[in-house]
């Protein structure tokens, strides 16, 4: 999508969208991750609240807060340096108003490093999204399956109200987000919406009618210990792996097959 050594940017996913080229996304949360799916080629890359739950094992996105969002959004912004770098703004900063939003985005742009923020939010956000957008922030929302919202929402569940999902995704695109999540939505409602907008939607079992898909990294190498979404196609078993070479490692420990350093310069 991009020339080689020019990183990414909002512009480049709206011409994609006109061109119909899907766009990538995956999240990373360190610099491995981050220079790993930016060699893989990836168009954006998004360091998610997710931390929360796959990096530090919480039961939610809601423990993240706006220190660790910059702790590992600094670290993967200098990872990266061809994709466009979007970072999460943690609950509940979004339903502060929009001073605070703004405050936090800043502060998110200035120590990370990124080209973007992303928030959940519904039509009621819109003065939000506006606000940040006002201050030069590229936004890019989030409506569907809200993770932030889980116990709102009953759970992680199909969202299934697609006159909802429509006027949230709507309000989002028209405060001025460049983009928009469709997470956890029937594939038939995320078509719907994805032609109904003029800025790209970006799926994440939503079907494969929107201009782009997102992956969780862990998700997607194999590598989640815990619960996996049911749409989540794995395309490697890292999880495995790991656990054979350590496994093989402590072995030639109890063995003692280890050679010295100057058998192993020979």
């Known amino acids: 999508m991009d020339a080689p050594g020019r990183r990414t940017t909002i512009l480049d996913l709206a011409t994609a969208k006109r061109a119909r080229r899907p766009i990538s996304m995956v999240t990373a949360y360190d610099w491995s991750s981050g220079r790993l799916v930016d060699a893989a080629g990836v168009d954006c890359v998004l360091v998610g609240d997710s931390v929360a739950m796959v990096v ?120 001025g987000a460049f983009a928009v999540v469709l997470e956890c939505i029937p594939a038939e409602a995320a078509h719907a919406i994805t032609a109904s907008l003029a800025v790209p939607t970006i799926g994440i079992g939503a079907g494969p009618h929107c201009d782009g898909q997102v992956l969780v990294y862990h998700d997607l190498v194999g590598l989640s210990l815990d619960r996996v979404p049911k749409f989540v196609r794995g395309y490697a078993d890292v999880k495995t792996s790991i656990a054979d070479a350590v496994t093989r490692w402590k072995g030639d420990v109890e063995a003692r097959r280890f050679p010295g350093v100057d058998e192993t310069l020979a």
């Open 56 to 175: 530090a094992g919480r039961d939610s996105t809601l423990p993240a807060t706006l220190e660790q969002m910059i702790y590992h959004g600094e670290i993967v912004s200098r990872a990266v340096t061809r994709a466009l770098v979007v970072v999460d703004l943690p609950f509940p900063l979004q339903h502060l108003g929009p001073r605070t939003a703004v405050e936090a985005c800043a502060k998110i742009l200035k120590e990370t490093g990124c080209q973007a923020v992303k928030l959940e939010g519904t039509a009621g956000q819109a003065d939000v999204i506006a606000a940040i957008v006002a201050a030069g922030i590229p936004v890019m929302g989030h409506v569907g399956l809200r993770p932030q919202a889980v116990h709102q929402l009953g759970g992680y569940r199909v969202q299934r109200d697609v006159d909802h999902l429509l006027e949230d995704a709507r309000a989002a695109a028209e405060a």
